[in-house]
């Protein structure tokens, strides 16, 4: 669609995760209001769905193909297309008239639910958090009907961890918007570079807003067209040089412009975080310059600029002082400064680098899609081989798989591996590590899979002497290969688990146990710190995106991401290999006779 401004708009106003997000809140919604389990299930799963698409959602209604996303019938192509219409659709509208939509976050505070988040809105009138703070401050939630003390002060941190987790935004909801913006800013006539920077562009696993960098001949111009996008809710402030501005989903989004000539500067200033910035100015005071946003300076006596030395490109910037350009994901003001200058930056592995996803989940418990639909997914990413690692018998709430289910799949992978179709599938399991240490299966059971990842699904309350524990008795298990998302954590919503990360994985580098570095954009678990520890007690790492649909494969990126903030190179990490050699990595080799 061309406009008066010259260019061709490609974002939408609402785009996939504006779209899954008004979906979720009629979820939200429809739960508090007491509605059918599986209407309000079918929000959250067409959520998901249009939350993972690599294509904008509202390129397929415009070809008439919303229906080709998984779980997205007629009735739902109707709900997505009155969003991308007019910011809403008929059935979240009428549900808000009874049921006030700031619920869904008092709804989503730990220790209240649906059930309780309509009870606090009926006898106490909450309606939104700082109602909820009140109402708790009173004392009134304690003497409410089913509630006491005990629960108000289970509410009351649960608040306080609320309003802790939602100070910033998931990289999983801001890079997608990033890159479209991106892109849609490269296109305009008055721009001549464009990239994302700060915390995106490092893939923190939040941030606190998008920063565009641009290069322009006519910064006028281009602050005009951006602050004119379709998808800008409200201009925060804007400039001859800068603007910023918030998206209809809530996100804030700065651009700054500068010269082509300051580019590559505004580039690497607006990359580094503080610390690594400070290093940066530091060196180059010692050498008689002056770094900042428009270039690498020398300066007199007075500290006058007196010479441009560079600022066209990042590389060219650090060059002049003598530095190799380290990753954005590293730049963190924690030693990468002289690594770079002792030309020592390791070689961080990459997206290119991956074979295989090491955990999915199909229909066979609480996955969306069958291990042929998974395939063809993976393969279409290039993949060797992924794991099909359902969850095991215990956790009964998603169907955990018993002998007979079990086989059953395992019947299903020979059929398909049998087609002589790439990728192969292994034979995986998810077991859920119990209170005691212990996993779901027998010796028997354990040594006929091909990988065995063990999780802790459970105890987010236990001290961590207990936690501690229970987690080093799975890590001593012979059979169990993989500790997957090792600390429980769902960025956002859920801390992670008290762990003695020390002694955890001490006991992981000693019994050879891989630890996970799950993709999954709301686990990025383990932390890159935690990755940064293990590295020195010579742990191994997996990666595995945890997809519960099929086109989850694609949050491989996220883990690579994870991975370059920790350091891991492509030699400790066991998916860069083919699976035969892959699979001697694992504990279950020595025993099996793999080699």
């Known amino acids: 669609m061309s406009d008066p401004l010259g260019y061709t708009r490609c974002m939408p106003a609402y785009d996939n995760m504006a779209i899954a997000a008004k979906l979720d809140l009629a979820a939200d919604l429809l739960e508090i209001s007491g509605a059918d389990k599986f209407r309000f299930l079918s929000y959250r799963k067409a959520a998901n769905s249009v939350r993972a698409l690599s294509e904008q959602v509202a390129a397929l209604g415009n070809a008439g193909r919303l229906t080709e996303i998984p779980g997205v019938g007629a009735k739902m192509a109707d709900n997505i297309e009155q969003i991308i219409a007019r910011g809403s659709f008929d059935v979240l509208d009428d549900v808000a008239k009874d049921v006030p939509p700031t619920l869904a976050d008092?709804?989503?505070?730990?220790?209240?639910?649906?059930?309780?988040?309509?009870?606090?809105?009926?006898?106490?009138?909450?309606?939104?958090?700082?109602?909820?703070?009140?109402?708790?401050?009173?004392?009134r939630v304690a003497t409410l009907g089913g509630f006491g003390a005990k629960t108000a002060e289970n509410i009351a941190a649960g608040a306080a961890a609320f309003a802790r987790h939602h100070e910033r935004t998931p990289i999983g909801?801001?890079?997608?918007?990033?890159?479209?913006l991106s892109s849609e800013v490269a296109a305009m006539p008055s721009a001549i570079q464009v990239e994302v920077a700060g915390s995106v562009r490092r893939r923190e696993e939040t941030i606190g807003d998008i920063d565009l960098v641009a290069a322009s001949d006519d910064a006028p111009a281009l602050i005009a067209a951006f602050t004119a996008l379709p998808a800008v809710e409200r201009v925060i402030g804007a400039g001859d040089t800068k603007a910023s501005v918030e998206l209809h989903d809530g996100l804030q989004v700065d651009l700054r412009v500068v010269a082509p000539d300051s580019f590559g500067a505004a580039l690497q200033y607006f990359t580094g975080n503080k610390p690594h910035n400070i290093e940066l100015r530091e060196l180059a005071k010692k050498h008689g310059l002056k770094v900042n946003e428009y270039g690498l300076f020398r300066v007199d006596e007075t500290g006058a600029e007196t010479l441009k030395m560079a600022g066209k490109t990042e590389e060219d910037i650090y060059a002049a002082l003598g530095l190799d350009v380290p990753p954005p994901e590293t730049r963190w003001g924690t030693g990468e400064v002289g690594l770079a200058a002792a030309h020592s930056l390791p070689e961080l592995v990459t997206l290119a680098d991956i074979r295989g996803d090491l955990q999915s989940h199909s229909t066979a418990t609480d996955g969306r899609n069958t291990l042929a639909e998974n395939r063809e997914v993976a393969a279409r990413l290039g993949y060797e081989y992924f794991a099909a690692t359902d969850h095991a018998l215990n956790l009964r709430m998603v169907g955990g798989?018993?002998?007979?289910?079990?086989?059953?799949?395992?019947?299903?992978?020979?059929?398909?591996?049998?087609?002589?179709?790439?990728?192969?599938?292994?034979?995986?399991?998810?077991?859920?590590?119990?209170?005691d240490g212990s996993v779901d299966y027998d010796e028997d059971i354990l040594s006929r899979f091909e990988i065995v990842l063990a999780s802790l699904h459970s105890g987010w309350d236990q001290d961590e002497a207990t936690a501690t524990k229970r987690l080093l008795t799975a890590i001593a298990n012979p059979w169990v290969d993989v500790i997957a998302h090792p600390t429980g954590r769902i960025i956002g919503r859920r801390d992670p688990i008290k762990l003695n990360m020390e002694a955890v994985l001490s006991a992981a580098g000693e019994?050879?146990?891989?630890?996970?570095?799950?993709?999954?954009?709301?686990?990025?678990?383990?932390?890159?710190?935690?990755?940064?520890?293990?590295?020195?007690?010579?742990?191994?790492?997996?990666?595995?995106?945890?997809?519960?649909?099929?086109e989850q494969f694609n949050y491989m990126r996220y883990g690579v991401a994870q991975a370059r903030r920790g350091l891991v190179m492509s030699s400790e990490l066991v998916n860069v290999h083919p699976w035969e050699t892959a699979r001697t990595w694992l504990k279950r080799a020595a025993r099996l006779g793999w080699k």
């Open 511 to 550: 019994t050879g146990t891989i630890m996970e570095i799950n993709s999954y954009p709301d686990r990025l678990d383990l932390s890159a710190q935690h990755i940064r520890l293990a590295r020195r007690y010579d742990v191994r790492f997996s990666l595995g995106t945890d997809a519960h649909a099929s």
């Open 173 to 180: 909801v801001a890079l997608p918007v990033a890159e479209e």
């Open 401 to 435: 798989l018993d002998l007979a289910a079990l086989e059953r799949q395992w019947a299903e992978i020979d059929e398909l591996n049998a087609e002589g179709t790439w990728p192969r599938i292994l034979k995986g399991i998810e077991l859920n590590i119990a209170d």
């Open 106 to 139: 008092v709804m989503q505070v730990p220790g209240v639910g649906p059930k309780r988040a309509a009870l606090l809105n009926e006898k106490l009138g909450v309606k939104t958090m700082g109602d909820l703070t009140t109402a708790l401050q009173s004392g």
